[in-house]
């Protein structure tokens, strides 16, 4: 048993954060997609490889995940060869633990699909299997609200995480560790989409960048915030659309002399007409148009309600004397919890909408991307975790049917507390 | 005089549901054919060493043939109805109970050339704008384009 090692694998559907529990401190964070070039040498770059790529204009990109479901899993393997190959992780399956990451709800054929895949094809010595937002709860939750009473310090007993990743955004209500499922809530809203329908805008308004997915990412990573009043925000871009505070300047990677677009300063008066031949996007209204879908999804057309709503609605699910603790324990991860605002609005909007006795307090980890991963390497030391291993001797035994019944998250027990 | 088609809800809403599927896109263009060459994946690493060489000769056959039945491609619609939660009772929670309902609130309206707020929607379509200047444009490029 001493030479055993534990990976810990959180399969994002946009990146892939993988480490070994006892020997990293910070996970690999490897883009679980495989890129092909369309232009000029056509090559393809698979996980890791696509870091030493410097031209991200016209890239196919071939993605494991649809919907945030595994469906693809020959580009899958493809990925997971690379990163147990010596030149990442350099992991030997049959003297590994695995423990892996899985979607909300995600079906029983794919299940099976991991089983087989993990144990048969790579032939790992034991395997747990569970969803991001359990091992987020992993970690020392109480100490993302600074201000709490130092008595307060033990770990909550009821926990609410709004996971909001690539995919899509899952609220996942937890208490004394187990998440609630009938209360567990999804907003078919992600990063992908957000990213997408900035891209059609743009092509729209600006310039074509249809093709450019890479490079509008980037885009709306850099410019893209949470409005704290969206309707003052808007007006003030529509009076003056060349100036205002709003309004950013990012010039365009032309990939020959930058590879990487940046902010550049605003340009006044007589400046404006001179004859650089930067290619600026003028980004307006979409800086805070964009992750506003998170909060109003009918905005695009989505029948579906924003995270704020959402978190109330997934509450309501819980019983009544519970919804106290799950105002006041509220966690945010994920890709989109990097919005700058974001934290602040879901707190402002929840405070709204929640009942005026309850305290409402939202935390946020300090990286949200890589926040199940360290929850992830918490527990693989701790005697839970061999408990909920299983081992492939076991597997042979007794086939699928042991990894449903010990990677089972909801017990019967809970059901009860649920309304 | 051109007979103008008007599309009706119906219509406007598959519109609306079919430009929300096309945002999940992985790619805008179709992935061309070159890229299923596959020599510059990395082979997967020999895991059975010890094994004898007869035993290893099955072994390996037995895992090209699950590996290749587990690789085959199915999308996540075909995955769904395969998995048949459809029809477990609606008490048990499952991917399709999990979705969030729709918002108690009225949805906004923007224009959809210019994004600020919009009073009016287009006669023909159904898509919002703001002003003269919006609804020219919109006619001009957008108008109907949606259609499939």
């Known amino acids: 048993m001493t030479e055993r090692k534990v990976l810990v694998l959180d399969n994002g559907a946009n990146t892939i954060k993988a480490g070994y529990a006892l020997f990293s401190q910070q996970p690999k964070i490897i883009p679980n997609c495989r890129v092909t070039r369309g232009k000029?040498?056509?090559?393809?770059?698979?996980?890791?490889?696509?870091?030493?790529?410097?031209?991200?204009?016209?890239?196919?990109?071939?993605?494991?995940?649809?919907?945030?479901?595994?469906?693809?899993?020959?580009?899958?393997?493809?990925?997971?060869?690379?990163?147990?190959?010596?030149?990442?992780?350099?992991?030997?399956?049959?003297?590994?633990?695995?423990?892996?990451?899985?979607?909300?709800?995600?079906?029983?054929?794919?299940?099976?699909?991991?089983?087989?895949?993990?144990?048969?094809?790579?032939?790992?010595?034991?395997?747990?299997?569970?969803?991001?937002?359990?091992?987020?709860?992993?970690?020392?939750?109480?100490?993302?609200?600074?201000?709490?009473?130092?008595?307060?310090?033990?770990?909550?007993?009821?926990?609410?995480?709004?996971?909001?990743?690539?995919?899509?955004?899952?609220?996942?209500?937890?208490?004394?560790?187990?998440?609630?499922?009938?209360?567990?809530?999804?907003?078919?809203?992600?990063?992908?989409?957000?990213t997408n329908?900035?891209?059609?805008?743009?092509?729209?308004?600006?310039?074509?960048?249809?093709?450019q997915t890479y490079v509008m990412n980037e885009v709306k990573e850099t410019c893209c915030y949470v409005s704290q009043d969206f309707l003052a925000d808007l007006e003030t871009c529509r009076k003056n659309t060349r100036d205002n505070p709003i309004l950013q300047e990012y010039v365009l990677p032309d990939f020959s002399r930058n590879t990487k677009g940046y902010i550049r300063e605003k340009k006044r008066g007589a400046e404006i007409y001179d004859q650089s031949d930067e290619q600026v996007l003028y980004m307006n209204n979409e800086c805070f148009t964009v992750p506003e879908i998170l909060f109003n999804p009918s905005d695009i057309g989505m029948n579906q309600a924003g995270i704020p709503e959402v978190i109330v609605e997934a509450i309501n699910a819980t019983h009544p004397d519970l919804h106290g603790l799950f105002y006041g324990n509220i966690v945010l991860v994920g890709g989109n919890s990097l919005f700058s605002g974001y934290k602040e609005r879901v707190e402002k909007d929840l405070r709204v909408l929640a009942p005026s006795e309850f305290e409402v307090k939202v935390g946020i980890p300090e990286d949200p991307i890589?926040?199940?991963?360290?929850?992830?390497?918490?527990?693989?030391?701790?005697?839970?975790?061999?408990?909920?291993?299983?081992?492939?001797?076991?597997?042979?035994?007794?086939g699928s049917n042991i990894c449903l019944r010990k990677f089972g998250l909801g017990g019967d027990e809970i059901d009860e507390m649920s309304e | 005089m051109k007979h103008k088609v008007i599309l009706d809800q119906t219509t406007r809403n598959r519109n609306i549901q079919h430009h929300l599927n096309e945002l999940e896109r992985d790619n805008y263009a179709e992935v061309p054919e070159l890229e299923i060459v596959s020599g510059t994946i990395t082979k997967p690493r020999r895991t059975s060493e010890v094994d004898t060489s007869q035993n290893r000769k099955t072994k390996a056959r037995s895992k090209k043939q699950l590996l290749s039945q587990l690789t085959v491609k199915k999308n996540l619609n075909a995955l769904l109805e395969e998995s048949r939660i459809d029809q477990l009772p609606p008490d048990i929670p499952t991917y399709f109970t999990a979705v969030a309902g729709p918002s108690r609130y009225p949805p906004r309206k923007f224009c959809s050339v210019c994004g600020y707020l919009s009073n009016y929607s287009c006669k023909t379509c159904g898509m919002r704008y703001c002003s003269v200047k919006c609804l020219e444009i919109h006619e001009e490029t957008r108008c109907m384009k949606y259609t499939v």
């Open chain 1, 40 to 194: 000029g040498d056509k090559k393809t770059f698979i996980g890791d490889q696509f870091s030493s790529c410097t031209d991200f204009s016209g890239l196919y990109y071939r993605l494991p995940f649809e919907k945030g479901f595994l469906t693809n899993w020959e580009v899958e393997k493809g990925i997971w060869d690379r990163i147990f190959s010596k030149d990442v992780l350099d992991c030997d399956p049959q003297k590994t633990s695995l423990l892996i990451t899985e979607p909300c709800f995600n079906l029983p054929n794919i299940q099976r699909t991991y089983d087989e895949m993990i144990f048969e094809v790579y032939e790992f010595q034991s395997y747990c299997r569970t969803i991001a937002p359990w091992l987020c709860i992993q970690n020392d939750i109480s100490s993302l609200y600074p201000n709490r009473p130092q008595n307060l310090a033990e770990p909550p007993d009821c926990v609410l995480v709004v996971d909001s990743g690539y995919s899509f955004t899952h609220i996942v209500p937890f208490v004394m560790g187990r998440p609630i499922l009938p209360a567990i809530r999804r907003i078919n809203i992600g990063g992908k989409l957000l």
């Open chain 1, 197 to 211: 329908h900035l891209k059609e805008i743009v092509s729209f308004r600006y310039w074509d960048m249809m093709d």
């Open chain 1, 370 to 398: 890589t926040y199940a991963w360290h929850g992830g390497r918490q527990f693989a030391s701790t005697p839970e975790f061999d408990e909920r291993l299983v081992t492939r001797s076991e597997y042979m035994e007794y």
